[in-house]
Protein backbone atom coordinates (compact mmCIF):
# COMPACT_ATOMS: atom_id res chain seq x y z
CA UNK A 1 0.00 0.00 0.00
CA UNK A 2 0.88 3.62 -0.63
CA UNK A 3 2.53 5.46 2.35
CA UNK A 4 0.23 9.22 3.38
CA UNK A 5 2.78 11.35 4.51
CA UNK A 6 0.77 13.91 6.38
CA UNK A 7 3.93 16.30 6.30
CA UNK A 8 2.77 18.92 3.21
CA UNK A 9 -0.03 20.73 2.25
CA UNK A 10 -3.38 18.96 2.42
CA UNK A 11 -3.70 18.43 -1.22
CA UNK A 12 -1.02 16.60 -1.30
CA UNK A 13 -2.08 14.07 0.87
CA UNK A 14 -5.27 13.30 -0.56
CA UNK A 15 -3.76 12.63 -3.91
CA UNK A 16 -1.69 9.80 -2.75
CA UNK A 17 -4.84 8.65 -0.92
CA UNK A 18 -6.63 8.83 -4.19
CA UNK A 19 -3.95 6.77 -5.59
CA UNK A 20 -4.27 4.20 -2.35
CA UNK A 21 -7.32 3.67 -3.03
CA UNK A 22 -7.69 3.35 -6.46
CA UNK A 23 -5.11 1.07 -6.93
CA UNK A 24 -7.22 -1.58 -4.29
CA UNK A 25 -9.12 -2.92 -7.06
CA UNK A 26 -6.49 -3.99 -9.26
CA UNK A 27 -5.13 -5.34 -6.77
CA UNK A 28 -7.80 -7.50 -5.18
CA UNK A 29 -8.03 -8.63 -8.71
CA UNK A 30 -4.47 -9.75 -8.54
CA UNK A 31 -4.60 -11.74 -5.16
CA UNK A 32 -7.82 -13.24 -6.43
CA UNK A 33 -5.61 -14.43 -9.44
CA UNK A 34 -2.54 -16.23 -7.59
CA UNK A 35 -4.77 -17.48 -5.02
CA UNK A 36 -6.41 -19.29 -7.81
CA UNK A 37 -3.04 -20.29 -9.82
CA UNK A 38 -1.59 -21.94 -6.61
CA UNK A 39 -5.10 -23.51 -5.44
CA UNK A 40 -4.59 -25.24 -9.34
CA UNK A 41 -1.12 -25.70 -8.74
CA UNK A 42 -1.64 -27.58 -5.59
CA UNK A 43 -4.65 -30.02 -7.10
CA UNK A 44 -2.41 -30.49 -10.31
CA UNK A 45 0.53 -31.57 -8.03
CA UNK A 46 -1.72 -33.84 -5.44
CA UNK A 47 -3.21 -35.38 -8.75
CA UNK A 48 0.21 -35.87 -10.48
CA UNK A 49 1.62 -37.71 -6.86
CA UNK A 50 -1.41 -40.05 -6.73
CA UNK A 51 -0.70 -41.08 -10.46
CA UNK A 52 2.79 -42.05 -9.44
CA UNK A 53 2.03 -43.68 -6.50
CA UNK A 54 -0.25 -45.85 -8.50
CA UNK A 55 -3.39 -43.93 -6.05
CA UNK A 56 -6.29 -43.21 -7.30
CA UNK A 57 -9.73 -44.54 -8.66
CA UNK A 58 -8.88 -48.16 -10.04
CA UNK A 59 -11.08 -50.49 -12.36
CA UNK A 60 -12.01 -52.21 -8.74
CA UNK A 61 -13.33 -49.13 -6.95
CA UNK A 62 -15.49 -48.10 -9.72
CA UNK A 63 -17.12 -51.71 -10.19
CA UNK A 64 -16.70 -53.14 -6.93
CA UNK A 65 -20.12 -52.21 -5.49
CA UNK A 66 -21.43 -54.15 -8.52
CA UNK A 67 -19.46 -57.57 -8.11
CA UNK A 68 -20.27 -57.55 -4.62
CA UNK A 69 -24.34 -57.33 -5.53
CA UNK A 70 -23.57 -59.36 -7.99
CA UNK A 71 -22.32 -62.10 -5.46
CA UNK A 72 -24.88 -61.68 -3.38
CA UNK A 73 -27.46 -61.67 -5.44
CA UNK A 74 -25.99 -64.90 -7.02
CA UNK A 75 -25.74 -66.76 -2.89
CA UNK A 76 -29.14 -65.61 -2.59
CA UNK A 77 -30.23 -67.08 -5.71
CA UNK A 78 -28.63 -70.65 -4.89
CA UNK A 79 -30.04 -70.85 -1.30
CA UNK A 80 -33.95 -70.67 -3.04
CA UNK A 81 -32.68 -73.29 -5.66
CA UNK A 82 -31.30 -75.29 -3.34
CA UNK A 83 -34.47 -75.04 -1.19
CA UNK A 84 -37.12 -76.45 -4.16
CA UNK A 85 -39.26 -79.45 -3.28
CA UNK A 86 -37.22 -81.36 -6.05
CA UNK A 87 -33.97 -80.78 -4.84
CA UNK A 88 -35.65 -81.88 -1.49
CA UNK A 89 -36.96 -85.31 -2.92
CA UNK A 90 -33.58 -85.99 -4.55
CA UNK A 91 -31.56 -85.84 -1.16
CA UNK A 92 -33.65 -87.80 0.98
CA UNK A 93 -33.62 -90.70 -1.55
Given at each position: ????????????????????VESLPRWRKGVR??????????????????RDLGIGPGWDDV???????????????????????????????
Open positions: MYRVDAIGNSLGVRQELVEGKKKTETHRKIIEGSQKACVGPRREFAQRFAEGIEKLTGSTLGDYRKKTK
